[in-house]
């Protein structure tokens, strides 16, 4: 459908979604399972933006830290304190995973955002991963945590008796989605905000409008650094809120 | 201008599909502007719930998010 458009539309030409192509890195062809593709490699690149930011930026440990030791502690404060606000006490023994997945989401996401990059949150398979493991961790860790009781989640016991069975339906119902609608959250922001800039950066071949679109580029340049930021931390917060049901099942 | 009719009714369908996120616009300016009216009420209790505040947006626009799904796979996957 996508060369039709390009056909009828003369001088225009859409390519907003060419950018989420999977490619090999090096040469071409079928992409296999062990296939170093350009998801591979920004991958790689966002875990070695997280370690020299962490390793490379608290090595020294000043008393008055340099800038990036600055930053690197201002995230670690940030995150610690939003699992300790959400989840209690408790939950700050599985800090490490959380903070794993904020730095892993939010360098994925500002990487994508360099000119010619590629996004690999955008991808509903790196995403649909990262959710899937939340969920099972959260579930496996709920039903070791409180056994049985973990079910108790689903039985609402401050509303009346009767509409309880009903309610119990819809929180299963809700619990379930929870992956589904966490992965896809991530990926459709990213992806919806990087095409929408390519449409606008599409219009710049008019010469009519192109100071227009160059404006709109700046500009939904400048809302997609928010949203990189947001989405990760969303992300992280609906993990400490998952955490939060599985470590104290009852309402 | 050629194509199969079930084209046209995937792309009308993606185009209906789009109307939904109008719905989670509508979410999201809801739960915004009603903490914004607490918050400006009780400036010192709305620095704790600014997680509640992102927990209620995100809720709200996931469902966005579903409909902007439907209408790429009706564009692209259909």
Redesign the interface.
Same mark, same amino acid.
């Given at each position: 459908?996508a060369d039709?458009a390009k056909a009828?539309g003369g001088g225009l030409e859409f390519h907003p979604?060419d950018q989420f192509i999977v490619e090999p890195l090096f040469g071409s062809g079928p992409v296999a399972w062990y296939t170093v593709t350009n998801v591979t490699l920004w991958m790689a690149l966002a875990i070695v933006c997280v370690v020299l930011m962490f390793v490379l930026g608290t090595s020294r440990r000043a008393v008055v830290p340099s800038r990036s030791q600055s930053i690197a502690e201002l995230g670690y404060g940030f995150i610690y304190k939003?699992v300790e606000?959400?989840t209690g006490k408790d939950g700050l023994k599985y800090f490490p995973y959380i903070m794993t997945l904020f730095l892993f989401i939010v360098f994925s996401n500002f990487l994508g955002l360099v000119p010619t990059a590629f996004t690999t949150t955008s991808h509903i398979a790196v995403t649909a991963l990262l959710a899937m493991g939340v969920f099972l961790t959260v579930t496996v860790l709920g039903f070791v945590k409180n056994g049985v009781g973990f079910l108790s989640l689903f039985w609402v016991s401050a509303a009346p008796l009767a509409i309880r069975p009903i309610l119990a339906v819809i929180e299963i119902i809700s619990y379930f989605a929870r992956p589904i609608?966490h992965s896809?959250?991530l990926a459709?922001?990213m992806?919806?905000g990087h095409a929408v800039i390519k449409v606008f950066a599409g219009f710049a071949a008019i010469a009519a409008i192109s100071p227009f679109s160059v404006l709109a580029v700046t500009a939904m340049y400048g809302l997609e650094v928010l949203v990189s930021f947001?989405q990760a931390?969303?992300f992280t917060?609906?993990t400490c809120?998952y955490l939060k049901d599985a470590l104290h099942p009852h309402h | 201008?050629e194509?199969s009719i079930v084209?046209m009714g995937a &792309?009308i369908g993606a185009g209906l599909a789009c109307t939904g996120m109008g719905g989670a616009a509508i979410g999201v300016g809801n739960v915004v502007g009603n903490y914004l009216a607490g918050a400006l009420r009780n400036p010192s209790a709305a620095a704790g719930q600014t997680?509640t505040l992102? %927990?209620g %947006?995100?809720f709200a626009?996931?469902l966005g %998010?579903?409909s902007? &799904?439907v209408a &790429?796979l009706l564009?692209?996957a259909v």
């Open positions: 459908m039709e009828e979604m939003m606000d959400i609608s896809i959250r459709g922001n992806m919806a947001i931390y969303v917060i609906l809120v | 201008m194509g084209e &792309l997680a992102f %927990i %947006i995100a626009e996931a %998010i579903f902007f &799904l &790429l564009m692209f």
